[in-house]
Structure formats: C-alpha cells, structure tokens
C-alpha cells in the first residue's frame, strides 16, 4: 500500500507535534490562560503551577532538578546565552573558548561573534565521524579556557560525541562544560550528573514538541552563574526576561515526559527503521558512502552521499519525501554542507548528501516505500550520468585532466 | 468559581479566531519554515502572509517586521541591537526597555510629572547627542498615553530615532503615530504568549541571537509559526476591533472608576490625563494592595498591584513614586484592566464590592 505522500523524514529539522503534546496544551491555549508571574489571583497560580510542573519533567528528562532550568524562546537562544552569558559573566577569569567545527550554527556564529569581542575561540577539528577526543581536548584548554561547547549529536550526519568522556575532562580542568543537546536528547542517553554538564540547550520542536519553546540547564550545584541577554522583570531568576510561554512551557514539559518514557523503545525502534532503510539502500546501490558514525549516531539519523548524483536533481528527483541534503538552517544556501567538509567528504560528494531522520510518527510501510522510491530514482538519475558510467568502467575521476572552458 | 478577569495588562485570554488560524500551524503545517521541501514550503508561506498582514496592519513593508518571542524580546532588540551609544526613555517605561536602557554605556531617564505625562520640556533638554530614544505609548500601571507625536517631532529635530513600546497600547489605542522601531506582544491583545515583533524603519539593527539566517538574519532560530500566524491574526483582529472595543470598555472603565472614586481616600492615577481606555490605577489611603488583591480574590475578581512582572515583591511601583507618590500611597495602588470579554455585570459585581473590600482592608491595616 502506498503510504500519504510526501512523506515526512525530516525529523532532524523538526518534528510533528505529539498529538498528547497538543492535548497537554490546549488548557493553557483557552480556559488557563493567566500570566505565570501573576501572584494575586488563580489564574496566575495555575499558570505557573504548569510551569513549574514542566520544570519537573524536563530536569527528570536529562536528571536536573527544576530549579536548574531555564526557560527561553528556543535552542538558538539557550545556546547564544550559554555562550555570551559565561564569557560575560567570567570574564575576569579567562577568555579562552573551545567548540568543534561541525557545531550547529547557532554555537558557531556565536563563537564568531565572541572573537569579535575580544574571546580567543578554538574550533576543534574531527575524525571522518565528526568525532572529537577526550585527549584532543584536554590538549586545547588552555589556562585562559572559561568554556567548552560540544554538541550532544550532530544535527547533519548524526554522530553522537562522547559527551561523558569530555565533560570528565572539563570537571577535571576546572572548565565550564556546555552541551548544545538539541538533537540528541530523548534519543539517546543524556545525564547532566552522569555526564559532568555545567549547561545544556534544549529544544521544544525537535522532540514533538511546540516550536518557539526551549530551555538552557544552568548547574546549581556548584553554582554556575550566567549574564543574561535579555533583561528587565527578573523572570526565570534574572537570567531571562518576558512573560512565559505558559503553554509552548506545558507542551514542552509533556514532550520531555513522553520522550522519557518512551526512549528505550523509541529509540529501537527508530533504529529498526533507519537501518532497514539504510541496509536497503546500500544492498541496492554501488558507491553510496555513509556520513556519521556507523555505531554512534543517532538511532534515526541517516546522512548518505550518492556518487555521480546531482543533490539538487535527486531532491527534485525524490519529492514525494520530505528531506534535506543538509540542515534546515542552512538548507537554502547552495554551499555543500561546512559539516561533512570538516568530516574530510569532498565538495562534489557533499553535493550529493541526503539526510534522512525518521521520528515516532514514521512507519515500516513509509520507510519500505522510501527505500524502494530511492533506489529507483538514484538508479534513473545515474543513468543519465556519464560520470557514472565512467566510474563503472574503473576510471578514476580525481586523475583526469578536464579540458578548460 | 465564575472569576472576574480585570489583569488584562498582565495577559489576555488567547481569542477562539487567533486559536483556529494557528490550529494548522500545531497540526498538519508543522515543517521547518527553512526547509527546502514542500512541507518546509507550506510552513514558509504561513510565516509570509504572516509577515504581510502584519505589515498592512502597522503601514510598513513585510521585510521590516521582525517576528521575535514577545514584547521583551522585541524591546530587547529594538534598543540594543540598535547599538547606541546613549539613549534616552522615561522615568516610567516598562522594566523591558529599563532594563534594556541600563546596557547602555549613557541612559537619560526622562521624569513624568505628577500627574503622570512626560515632562517633554525634559525629554527635549536630553536627546542631544543620543542615539536612540525609546518611549512607550501607554503606560502598562496607569494606562497614561504619552504624546508620541509631540516626542516624535522632538526626537526628528534632535535627528534621534525613537523607539515605541507599544505592548500596551495595541488594541485600545489606534496605533497612528510616528516611530523608528515598534514593539509589539501578541499576548496583550487575545494572541499567543512566546510571540511579538519588532518593526524597524530605515535603522540598522544587529541581532541580539545568532546562528541562522531567520528574520534577515536580525533574529536567529526556527520560526514558531504558530505563534507567528497568531501574532499575526490577534494584531489584525485587535486594530479591526479597537474603534469599537474603546468606547465600550472605556464605558465600563469609567464606571468602576467613579466607584472607586466614592471610596473616602481613593488616588485615580493619571486621571487628568489621557489614558487608554481600559486601565484604571487606584490607590486607596490607609490600604496595602496586597491585602486588597487577596480580599478581591475571595470575592472572584482577579486586578493586580502594577505589572505581573514585578507581582510577588512588595516593593511600592516605581511608577507611582515617579509620579511622586509617597511610599505609603504607592503601596495602597492596585490595577484594573479591562478586556473584550468584560460584561457589564461584571463591572457592577467589582463595583459592588470594592467599597467593602477596601473597608476591610483598612481594618486589617490599623490592627
């Protein structure tokens, strides 16, 4: 049975929202609508009482208590104020910052902006994977060092750094440790205690949740202090203002909820998927190369480059299925993707990358309609391409000399 | 319990209309805006209309609105992210723009008089050399409107541009003055909480939040597209509504208001001013407002003591001390607020009880 086109496999860009998640809301949408910081009458109580019950239940998702957590409008804004508010706030204590280079965005167009202001930023490099070291690491902090910054998965490729490893070298250091947790919590295993995180950025939409809504993890215990970006009302303990998004908050806390108690399960199961579809895929096509870990990585994450195919053509070629040749924030540049560029793939292997993230919602029967669609299309297009043909016939490409024109 | 809602200037209850036209949004329409595919493309065109509408509704073009998570936000990046060297507001303005003033290298906090208008004769005196001004349109404590025409053609002559918070003003006032910048929230005007914009005219302007091309690069992060077609949809609603929605709630505010007035002792703030239609601030002699609040509340009728933000603490309103009230007045105020949904009966229950409650609460306050 051919399955409701297009298919949604973008679940890395973002994901549907849980309809228990719509469900939890709804109150705060209609009868319970107070503002959270009214204190003198009951629709301000039950909005906060909502609040304070999502703090429960997304501190129990990456093992924080309540308290540590800190509201904001999404990932970009926790990790902009992680990143400004700890070199702000620690200035006088160094001004030495380390991220990777397949960082989301959001950390590294921060980072840029620290340069700008006077902070040294080391930008580690990674194996093929995407991967950095604990030892690698330990070799970059520097007396100066106030922070590291390392994404829990990446959001292209799916790698998943050893987050325990590098946090035990921060703590051991004396470095405050941000994770930018965005694309791998409620996937994989994720304990702010376990893992010796001093912050971490969460996200709203990437876990079935409401867009607009996310958090940042702020360490209580040793304190640790942040200089907020925006100020004035002294909402979430000073270290971000504005009226809370009671129920973007409530849907939130119930996604973080749902994906607690649906992990282990979920998490095999969208690995069931991913792999039926990537063993499909590479059983059927010749020089296909996997991006990411084979083994760390996201259990629903799979980034492939189709040799000898244009990206562009193949996204055309395949738009009965929604997914992206690299992320959704930079998904409208024509650039090849600076992830796999810093994982070492060539820019015209790059060109050919597709990113599949299957979620909760997607079934055997979309992932078997997928496959298949793929295959057919690859093949078709591969057809048409003389570079293919020459491949085929053992000629290898890098060695010729292409005529001017 | 049937409760009677007058905290609209905290939040107002998100209308049925704005809900349905953001349902799609939380259901089918869920794609990343910046996604290259169709469902990616569906989402873009809700946040492009989006865009429009809003643009149409405030008289300017769709790239100078910036969609942000609310009236802080946009206060936020209307003034730092104009990055001035010294700016100029008032003695009054809400603690979004204070606080976004005090990261200034030179803030001039312009006094209101007592009866709460802005002293523009000082307001004049301190825009040389500043690089931004930023006014609100209607005070969210007392409701006072300032005069943004006059501190415009001020701000034009010191060749300052001037930037309006406007979060309370929207919906009770036309929004027909002149500004640079604009700040509006959707939560104030039947719309979404976790959703606002800024409108910025002819100024350069840095993002605050970086890590993506969103918003023209002035505002990072995927776009809650929800919130932004409900932001969208209550402004629209809100400026089609206002014409009549004034003269009705300023009806029934008046009425409350003479109410209170009855009361031995009661201080109508900014009552020789002009003020929005929906607002009253009335501080009662020999009263804590705390102690009011939590009599009101046992009678069903939900006011405040001056801006949620600051609810909780007991500290008297730097508003009202800025109209120069003593302490002890100041902590005597609470704030009724008014929206669509108030019915006449409502008004009258409020005014039936007030005279008791502030009765009372004098009596607790003498023990």
Known sequence: ?405 | MNAVYLDANATTPLSREVMAEMTPALAELFANPSSVHKPGQDARALVDTARERCARTLGCAPREIIFTSGGTESDALGILGSQPRKVVTSAVEHPAVLGACAKAPECVRVPVLASGELDLEALRRALPFASLCSIMAANNETGVIFPLREVAALCHDAGVPLHVDAVQAAGKMPLDFPWDSISLSAHKIEGPKGAGLLAVRGMKLEGLQRGGHQEQGRRAGTENVAGIVGMSAALHRASQAQPLLEPRLRALRDKLEAAAREIPGAHVAGRAASRICNTLNVAFEGCEGETLLAALDLEGIAVSTGSACSSGTLEPSPVLLAMGYSSELARGAIRFSLWSGNTEEQIDRACRVLPGVVSRARGSFKT
Request: proline fraction near 4%; charge should be neutral.
């Open chain 1, 1 to 405: 049975m051919t399955p409701k086109l297009p298919i949604y496999m973008d679940n890395n860009a973002t994901t549907p929202l849980d309809p228990r998640v719509l469900e939890a809301m709804m109150p705060y949408l209609t009868t319970e609508f107070g503002n959270a910081a009214s204190r003198s009458h009951p629709f301000g109580w039950k909005a906060e009482e909502a609040v304070d019950k999502a703090r429960e239940q997304i501190g129990a998702l990456i093992g924080a208590s309540e308290k540590e957590i800190v509201f904001t409008s999404g990932a970009t804004e926790s990790i902009n104020l992680a990143l400004k508010g700890v070199a702000e706030f620690y200035k006088d204590k160094g001004n030495h910052v380390i991220t990777v280079r397949t960082e989301h965005k959001a950390t590294l167009d921060t980072a840029k902006r620290l340069e700008r202001q006077g902070c040294e930023v080391t930008y580690l490099d990674t194996d093929k994977f995407g991967l950095i070291s604990a030892e690698q690491l330990r070799a970059a902090i520097t007396d100066k060092t106030i922070l590291v910054s390392v994404m829990l998965a990446n959001n292209e490729i799916g790698s998943v750094q050893p987050i325990g490893e590098l946090g035990a070298v921060c703590r051991e250091k004396g470095v405050l440790f941000h994770c930018d947790a965005v694309q791998g919590v409620g996937k994989v295993a994720f304990d702010v205690e376990k893992d010796k995180v001093d912050l971490a950025s969460l996200s709203g939409h990437k876990i079935y949740g409401p867009k607009g809504i996310g958090a940042l993890y702020v360490r209580r215990k040793p304190r640790v202090r942040i200089a907020p970006i925006i100020d004035g009302g002294g909402h979430e303990r000073g270290m971000r203002s504005g009226t809370l998004n009671v129920p973007g908050i409530a849907g939130f806390g119930k996604a973080a909820e749902l994906c607690q108690q649906l992990l282990p399960e979920e998490s095999h199961r969208t690995y069931t998927l991913r792999r039926r579809l990537q063993d499909y895929l590479f059983s059927h096509l010749d020089h296909l190369e996997l991006n990411g870990h084979p083994e760390h990585r996201l259990p629903g994450n799979l980034n492939v480059s189709f040799a000898y195919v244009e990206g562009e053509a193949l996204m055309m070629a395949i738009k009965n299925v929604a997914v992206s040749s690299g992320s959704a924030c930079t998904s409208a540049s024509l650039e090849p993707s600076y992830v796999l560029r810093a994982c070492g793939v060539s820019e015209d292997l790059a060109h050919t990358s597709i990113r599949f993230g299957i979620g909760r919602f997607n079934t055997e029967d979309e992932v078997d309609f997928v496959k298949k669609y793929v295959v057919d299309q690859v093949k078709r297009l591969r057809e048409m391409s003389p570079l293919y043909e020459m491949a085929k016939e053992g000629i290898d490409l890098s060695k010729i000399e292409w005529a001017a024109h």
